[in-house]
Protein backbone atom coordinates (compact mmCIF):
# COMPACT_ATOMS: atom_id res chain seq x y z
CA UNK A 1 0.00 0.00 0.00
CA UNK A 2 1.87 2.48 -1.29
CA UNK A 3 -0.11 5.38 -1.17
CA UNK A 4 -0.99 4.75 2.50
CA UNK A 5 2.74 4.55 3.15
CA UNK A 6 3.28 7.79 1.50
CA UNK A 7 0.31 9.60 3.18
CA UNK A 8 1.73 8.31 7.01
CA UNK A 9 5.44 9.64 5.80
CA UNK A 10 4.06 13.30 4.78
CA UNK A 11 1.74 13.51 8.05
CA UNK A 12 5.49 12.59 10.30
CA UNK A 13 7.10 15.42 8.20
CA UNK A 14 4.69 17.99 8.46
CA UNK A 15 4.12 17.16 12.23
CA UNK A 16 8.07 17.34 12.81
CA UNK A 17 7.73 20.83 10.95
CA UNK A 18 4.99 22.01 13.13
CA UNK A 19 6.85 20.92 16.26
CA UNK A 20 9.61 22.57 15.67
CA UNK A 21 10.90 26.35 15.49
CA UNK A 22 13.99 25.69 14.38
CA UNK A 23 13.77 25.62 10.72
CA UNK A 24 15.55 22.47 10.66
CA UNK A 25 17.06 20.82 7.68
CA UNK A 26 16.68 17.42 5.81
CA UNK A 27 19.01 15.42 8.30
CA UNK A 28 17.47 17.03 11.03
CA UNK A 29 13.99 16.29 9.94
CA UNK A 30 14.73 12.58 8.78
CA UNK A 31 16.11 11.72 12.68
CA UNK A 32 13.03 13.29 14.23
CA UNK A 33 10.70 11.44 11.41
CA UNK A 34 12.89 8.06 11.99
CA UNK A 35 11.28 7.63 15.78
CA UNK A 36 7.90 7.34 14.50
CA UNK A 37 8.35 5.42 11.33
CA UNK A 38 11.85 3.52 11.99
CA UNK A 39 12.41 2.35 7.98
CA UNK A 40 12.09 6.13 6.76
CA UNK A 41 14.77 6.81 4.00
CA UNK A 42 16.14 10.39 4.13
CA UNK A 43 15.46 10.44 0.35
CA UNK A 44 12.26 9.81 1.11
CA UNK A 45 12.08 12.72 3.46
CA UNK A 46 13.55 14.57 0.84
CA UNK A 47 11.09 13.69 -1.98
CA UNK A 48 8.29 14.57 0.68
CA UNK A 49 9.76 17.86 1.41
CA UNK A 50 9.79 18.40 -2.03
CA UNK A 51 6.60 17.56 -3.06
CA UNK A 52 5.01 19.92 0.49
CA UNK A 53 7.35 22.61 -0.99
CA UNK A 54 5.78 22.26 -4.60
CA UNK A 55 2.26 22.11 -2.16
CA UNK A 56 2.81 25.45 -0.97
CA UNK A 57 2.58 24.31 2.65
CA UNK A 58 6.44 24.12 3.53
CA UNK A 59 9.01 26.56 1.97
CA UNK A 60 12.81 26.41 1.85
CA UNK A 61 15.16 28.99 3.28
CA UNK A 62 18.64 29.02 1.19
CA UNK A 63 22.25 29.87 2.85
CA UNK A 64 24.85 29.63 0.32
CA UNK A 65 27.52 27.06 2.04
CA UNK A 66 24.49 25.68 4.56
CA UNK A 67 22.00 22.74 4.04
CA UNK A 68 18.78 23.82 3.02
CA UNK A 69 16.75 24.14 5.71
CA UNK A 70 12.91 23.82 6.10
CA UNK A 71 9.82 25.78 7.67
CA UNK A 72 6.07 25.15 8.44
CA UNK A 73 4.03 27.98 6.58
CA UNK A 74 1.98 29.23 9.48
CA UNK A 75 -1.68 30.89 8.69
CA UNK A 76 0.53 34.39 9.51
CA UNK A 77 3.07 35.52 6.92
CA UNK A 78 6.35 36.13 8.91
CA UNK A 79 9.93 37.30 8.19
CA UNK A 80 13.30 36.09 9.16
CA UNK A 81 16.44 37.21 11.53
CA UNK A 82 18.96 34.97 11.07
CA UNK A 83 22.11 34.93 12.95
CA UNK A 84 25.49 35.26 11.71
CA UNK A 85 27.26 33.86 14.25
CA UNK A 86 25.52 30.70 15.44
CA UNK A 87 23.44 30.46 12.34
CA UNK A 88 19.66 30.64 14.35
CA UNK A 89 16.69 31.76 12.48
CA UNK A 90 13.89 33.82 14.45
CA UNK A 91 10.76 34.14 13.00
CA UNK A 92 9.45 37.68 12.78
CA UNK A 93 6.03 38.52 13.07
CA UNK A 94 5.00 40.11 9.86
CA UNK A 95 2.00 42.40 11.71
CA UNK A 96 5.02 43.86 14.41
CA UNK A 97 6.63 45.60 11.01
CA UNK A 98 5.25 48.21 9.47
CA UNK A 99 4.24 47.36 5.68
CA UNK A 100 6.29 47.44 2.95
CA UNK A 101 5.82 49.59 -0.17
CA UNK A 102 5.24 47.68 -2.95
CA UNK A 103 4.73 50.46 -5.71
CA UNK A 104 7.54 51.67 -7.97
CA UNK A 105 8.84 48.14 -8.85
CA UNK A 106 9.84 47.45 -12.14
CA UNK A 107 8.11 45.46 -14.95
CA UNK A 108 4.56 46.56 -13.81
CA UNK A 109 5.61 43.83 -10.91
CA UNK A 110 2.95 42.41 -8.46
CA UNK A 111 3.70 41.40 -5.16
CA UNK A 112 2.14 38.60 -3.85
CA UNK A 113 4.30 37.48 -0.98
CA UNK A 114 7.10 39.14 1.04
CA UNK A 115 10.07 37.95 2.71
CA UNK A 116 12.26 39.59 4.58
CA UNK A 117 15.63 38.55 6.22
CA UNK A 118 17.21 40.48 9.11
CA UNK A 119 20.75 39.38 9.17
CA UNK A 120 22.61 40.05 13.01
CA UNK A 121 23.85 38.58 15.88
CA UNK A 122 21.57 37.10 18.04
CA UNK A 123 21.17 37.89 22.03
CA UNK A 124 22.82 34.75 22.95
CA UNK A 125 26.10 35.43 20.15
CA UNK A 126 26.33 38.84 21.80
CA UNK A 127 26.54 37.57 25.34
CA UNK A 128 29.21 35.56 24.28
CA UNK A 129 31.28 37.87 22.36
CA UNK A 130 31.08 40.40 25.21
CA UNK A 131 32.53 37.97 28.13
CA UNK A 132 36.17 38.87 28.39
CA UNK A 133 38.40 35.62 27.90
ZN1 LIG B 1 23.60 33.59 17.45
ZN1 LIG C 1 10.13 30.76 10.05
Given at each position: ????????????VIEVLQASREHPDASAIHAAV???????????V???L????????VVTL????QATRYDW??????????????GQI????????????????????????????????????????????
Open positions: MAMVRQTRQRAARERLPSVSLGTYRTDALVRDGVERAGREGTAHHHAVCRTCFDVDAAALPGVPSANLPGGFRVTDIHLEFMGVCGDCQASTNQTP
